[in-house]
């Protein structure tokens, strides 16, 4: 069996213990930081996620693979960081309010930071307010990259993108929104800069957008 192959299957059986061993060792026989997240450790949530849906697991076996997964990240997160960390600007990441999920939202700080920008994460279930006083605190900041995974806190995108309008940045930052269940057509809807569909996607897109 692969390494990356076994990389999945810590994280879908929860193995917290092994996850940094397995990692680092793929990184010495060579893989790359991003295939051992693209290959072996997203698409091990993703399948729980499936079985989640599917009632085949619950929240504890979910928070377990979760954990797994934030351990293995922070094993490759060295090897992401280039020396150009923060030359490309500032970027306040967060996820909306009334929302919990960070974990692909940490995925996407994670490729920014490694793309350049220096990341400003203000954690999860962030309001817009917060997000407007921490611009006011990083005028610098170029990008406000916000996620959200639940139909129900979409509307909380919405929220942000207006009151950073109203707050006068609208021709000052940019911002990104992404999560499951958004899409194109909802970040125009709501008059949002960009909208990514995965983490890769969204680290060139912020590149694109301060070029
Ligand atoms: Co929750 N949850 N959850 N959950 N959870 C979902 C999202 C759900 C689809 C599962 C389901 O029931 N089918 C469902 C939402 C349904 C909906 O609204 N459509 C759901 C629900 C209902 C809930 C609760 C309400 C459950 C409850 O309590 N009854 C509750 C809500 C809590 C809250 O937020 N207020 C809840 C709680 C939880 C846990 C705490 C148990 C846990 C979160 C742990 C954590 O994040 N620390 C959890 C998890 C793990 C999931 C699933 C299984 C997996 C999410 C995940 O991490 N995926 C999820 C089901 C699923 O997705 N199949 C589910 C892996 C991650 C890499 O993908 O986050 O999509 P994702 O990120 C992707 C892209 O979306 C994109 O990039 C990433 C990949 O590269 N992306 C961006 C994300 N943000 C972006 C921002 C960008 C660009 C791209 O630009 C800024």
New binding site residues.
Partial sequence: MSRISEITIAVESGKQKLIEELVQEALDDGESPNAILDKGM?PA??S???K??KNEVF?PE??L??KTMKKGVEIIRPHLSSDALGKMGKVI?GTVA????????N??ALMIEAAGFEVIDLG??VSPAKFVETLKEHPDCKII?????????MNSLKNTVDEVHAAGYKDKVKI???????TQEYADKIHADA????????AKKAIELVS
Avoid: C, N, R
Avoid at 98 to 105: A, R, V
Avoid at 176 to 182: F, L
Avoid at 195 to 202: R, V, W
């Fill in positions: 997203v949530m993703m729980v996620g499936e989640f849906q929240v979910l928070l693979a979760a990441i009334g929302d919990l999920h960070d974990i692909g939202k995925l996407v999860v279930d990259a916000a996620s959200a995974l639940l139909t129900t806190t990104m929104i992404g999560g499951a269940p958004v909208y990514t569909p995965d983490a890769g996607s969204a």
